[in-house]
Structure formats: C-alpha cells, structure tokens
C-alpha cells in the first residue's frame, strides 16, 4: 500500500459545487421532470422532495461521514473503519462494488457526453426543416456511424481526464467552480426564455398540478429510487469527495444543501424544457429521445433556435462533466494511493481504459458494427452495463453502506463525526438504522421484479 498525501477541499464551497456537480448529471436534466409529469405531477414532486430529505440526504450523510473518517480512498476507507470498529475487512467490498460501478458507469456516460458534445455543433449548425422523421434519421445515423461517436466519446473523456489529472484543488476544484454556477446561469436564462416564448402554464400543471391518483405503487417507488439515485449516492464518488473534506466542515447542513441543489436543478430543468416541448406540441417522452430527436424539432422552429439550441447542449455538456469527474475520480484515488503512480498516469490510464469499454456501447447501438448483438429478450450492450449498475451495485451497496454506519459502526463514533444535537442524531440515526435500507431494499426488489420476474412470468 503506497501511501500519498491525501488532499483536501479548500473551502466548504468548493466541496458543496464539487458534490452537487457529481450529484447532477444528464438524468436531472431529462429524466426527473419527464418521470414527475407521468408520476402524477404535484404529488409526484412532494412525494419525490420528502424522498430525498428522509432516505437521499441520511444516506448522503453516511457516505460522506464515512469518507471524511477515512480519509482514503472508498476500499482503504472501508477497510480501515471496519478494522477500527473489529469488524472484518470484507466490508472492503463495498468500496470495491463502488469504484467498479463508477468505472463501468462512466464508460457509457461518457459516450453520452460526446454525443451530447456533437450535438452542440449540430445545434450550432442549425435543425431548420426538422420534423419527427429527420431529427430521427438524423441521431439514428449519428450514433450507427462507427467512428463519428467514438471521436466524440474520446474528446468528453479527454476533457475529463485532463480536469482529474490536476489534482483534487487545480482540477476538480476549479472545473466546478467555474461549470456549476455557469450551468446555474444556463439554466436560469433558458427559464426565461421559456417562460416568455413557450407554454408555461402547461408545463406548471404538468410538472405541479397534484394528481394523487396517479400514484400507485409503482410510481410512489419509482419517487423514492428516483430520489435515492440522483444524489450519487453508493458509487464511491461521494465517499472520495468526504475525504477530501476538512474536519471542520459541518457534513449535515451541507448535504441538505447539496440535496437542496440538486433537487432544485431537476425542477428548474422541468421548467426550461417543457414550455418548450408543449409550446410546438411535442410528446414528452422520456429519455434520449427527447433530448436527441424531439427538441431539435422545436430548435429548428423556434425563434433564436439557433442560439438557445447551443445553449441547451451546453448546459447537457456541464452536467455531464461534472458527473463524468466525480465517476472517474474514486478509481484514480485508489490506483494513485495502491501502487504511488503519479496523479497524470494513473488518470490517463483509468481514462483511456473506460474509452476502450465504452467504445463497445458505441458499436453496441442499433445499426452499427455490434448492432445485432443483444441480451436478455433486447437489451443492447450499454442497456446492459447500465441495468447493473444502476438497479444491482447502487441499491444494494447503498442498503449494505447503510447497514454498516447504522449496525456495525459504533454510536459515539457517529455522534463524534458529525457533531450534531441529540434530538437531531437520533432521528438520522433511526433513519439510517431502519429506514434507509428497507425503503432501498423495496426499491431494489420492485425493480427486480418488474425487469426479471414479470416478463418470466409472461
């Protein structure tokens, strides 16, 4: 075990922009507010926002009390609380499961991030005389190319390999600090212009209007997986954020303000893009297909599309880069402190491997070199890696984190760690004991049986 100066943080904001940038990525921008809408609207949203202050931000809490602790990278760290409180180095696991998700996570985010880069130039370019059938042909064609992608795949991973290799205060410090108030600002003037030229009445009812019917138990559970999973949480990003983090940073008051940040990001997204989507009679589906074929329909008609399109790639682009360091960062952190590599070669080296495992999502899409080849009843070669990740390492490292810090780390370490009043520690602590990991248990099964069970079932 090489042992390296472990960095830190040099100030509670940098840590706050460097964590809500980790925990914004491409799914607030798309995903909440589409789920939102079809969830029941307002109900949806409440359901959503209590979610996150009682399971996201206690499991927030964890992670990151337990990466300040530490003070390693996630497996070291687990490692060694495990060892300080007698219990065994298996729990080493959990940072294992964390860096290896994170990995296979970024290798297919970040060919998403170069799409997203490649669109920004089309967008430059222009959509005039889009209609469905063209903006379809038009990301059908672009992501069969066998090369087109890839250039774009390794430019984002460039510019996320070149941020991580400087360091934890000249790269990652100063890359959020300049994109997170930059995507803030982004998303404020696309508001506006929403707000002035779109169907902002629509959108407010469908993103706000309570609807409680609509709430079943499906979507009431899909509130809590959705809260849970947009904090990043149970991928070792966190956790090398946390110990980063100095000792006198209060860990509570800031993950409400990174939960708070975060959830306000997903909302203000949801009131940028569906004036739009409603405005020019769009269908707000879900996914890339809004982002990549139904949007650019509405940029090629609107007026100053061929600004506010850029705009919006732009603001896609920063969300995926701030996500993308954070995903990279935790693997860095445990080659750099296992063999004392220096910072640059083991960034490069961790980088250009993600390039190559992402490529084959690449070649995996419909119509290109891979195409055909599918698992499970369709799933193509990125559904794959992303179904693991997301519905199998994330819920039960997050339910086990949360075993850990509630079962099998001692009660005063807690109360010393994050120096909290009584009456407030109990709660966190009962939450952490009985909540979290029930409600990610239930997430965790819900989602195996909708995926596996029922379509075995017929």
Known sequence: MAG??????????????????????????????????????????????????????????????????????????????????????????????????????????????????????????????????????????????????????????????????????????KAVTVLMPALFAILVMLMIYSAVTGAFGEALNFLFRPNFHALTGDKILNALGLSFFSLSLAMGSIMTYGSYLPKDVNIPKSAITIAGADSAVALMAGLAIFPIVFAYGLNPGGGGGLVFMTLPIAFGQMPMGEIIGPLFFALLAVAAITSSISLLEPGVSYIEERTGWSRKKVTATIGFAAFLLGTLSSFGQPGNLLGDLTFFGGMTIMDVKDYFTNNIIMPLGAMFMMIFVGWFVSRKAMMDELAIEDKNFRIWYFLVRFICPVAIFAVFVNIIYDTIIQPMMG
């Not at 307002?42 to 990151?64: K, M, Q, R, S």
């Not at 990466?67 to 065994?88: D, L």
């Not at 250039?151 to 400087?166: D, E, K, L, N, Q």
Request: contains cysteine.
């Open 4 to 173: 390296t100066q472990h960095a830190q943080w040099s100030s509670r904001w940098a840590f706050i922009m460097a964590a809500v940038g980790s925990a914004v990525g491409l799914g607030n921008i798309w995903k909440f507010p589409y789920e939102a809408g079809e969830g029941g609207g307002g109900a949806f949203v409440l359901l959503y926002l209590l979610f996150v202050f009682i399971i996201g931000t206690p499991c927030l809490i964890a992670e990151l009390s337990l990466g300040r602790r530490g003070q390693k990278n996630p497996v070291y760290t687990m490692k060694s609380i495990a060892t300080e409180e007698g219990r065994s180095t298996m729990w080493g696991l959990l940072g294992w499961s964390g860096i290896v998700g994170a990995f296979i996570i970024i290798s297919f985010y970040s060919l998403v991030g170069g799409w997203v880069l490649a669109y920004i130039v089309k967008a430059a370019m222009g959509f005039g005389g889009f209609d469905a059938a063209k903006s379809t042909e038009t990301f059908l064609t672009f992501i069969a190319d066998p090369v087109q992608p890839i250039v774009a795949h390794f430019a984002f991973m460039a510019i996320t390999v070149g941020i991580v290799a400087r360091g934890v205060q000249g790269g990652l410090e």
